[in-house]
């Protein structure tokens, strides 16, 4: 039995207040000995994912911007990929809207809405209101689809919600931030184009897990075999309800590494 991982970054595989993995390093180097793949699934941008990856030492496709687009590295695994266009060394799959669209519809809400989103913030503030790093805030600051805004009063999102509802863009919501995403976009799209790109090269034999910790995450998690739920930093679990989910029992990195080594102990018994 084959096995692909599709994880979430912030408050899964990431820790919450400091955005380090170290604790899932065990967990990340058995997957990398297994040669499973490990697709990271996430609300960060494309940068900021190549970053995340060499510091991991993986080289595997990811998917940006809550499922904005799907990036699978050239020649990877040997594959001859027909998917996608050719954009530097990758072939992307791409699903959400041009960022510019996305700031010229914030920009139409403004007046009604005291919208803040990461267009309308310096790096410095992003770096403030995130607790990244500046340089990796300036990063995050690099949208191609997407647009991470707070509202200026919680109680706007629902109207916010039913605005945009007649619109070509809709809202998801992240562990920090609400986002501003296409209508044909989400984490659960993305990860179904790809899982039917992994079938087409490793078979249909192969068994999908999805590991994530907020909203944003629930149309991923609803689209593979075994769906992993990370608790939040103060141990709460989103409301998620789904046959055969597996919760984690610490939040993070640590609550990551745990609840794959066990995965990857059972995987390994069984195929000894
Ligand atoms: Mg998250």
Known sequence: MRWVIFSDLDGSLL????????????????????????????????????????????EEPFIIENGGALFFPAGYRGWDMADGIKVKSYAVIQLGMPYAEIRAFVKRMTPRFKIRGFGDCSVQEIADMTGL???????????????????????????????????????????????????HQDKGKAVEIAKGVFRRHIG??????????????????????IPVLIPHADGQFEHVDLPNLVRAGLPGSKGWNDIMEGMLDDLEKRSN
């Open 15 to 58: 820790n919450y207040d400091d955005y380090s993995f170290e604790q899932a390093r065990p967990a990340l180097e058995r997957i990398k000995k297994l040669e499973i793949p490990l697709v990271l699934t996430t609300s960060k941008t494309r940068t900021e994912v190549e970053i995340i990856l060499g510091e991991m030492g993986l």
């Open 204 to 225: 249909n034999e192969v068994r999908f897990v999805g590991i994530g910790d907020s909203t944003n995450d629930i149309p991923m998690l609803e689209r593979v075999d």
């Open 133 to 183: 790093p500046y340089d990796k805030a300036r990063l995050a600051k690099e949208r191609e689809f997407t647009e991470p805004f707070l509202p200026g009063d919680e109680k706007d999102i629902e109207d916010l919600t039913n605005l945009v509802s007649k619109s070509k863009i809709k809202i998801a919501r992240g562990g920090m931030f609400y986002h501003f995403i296409g209508v």
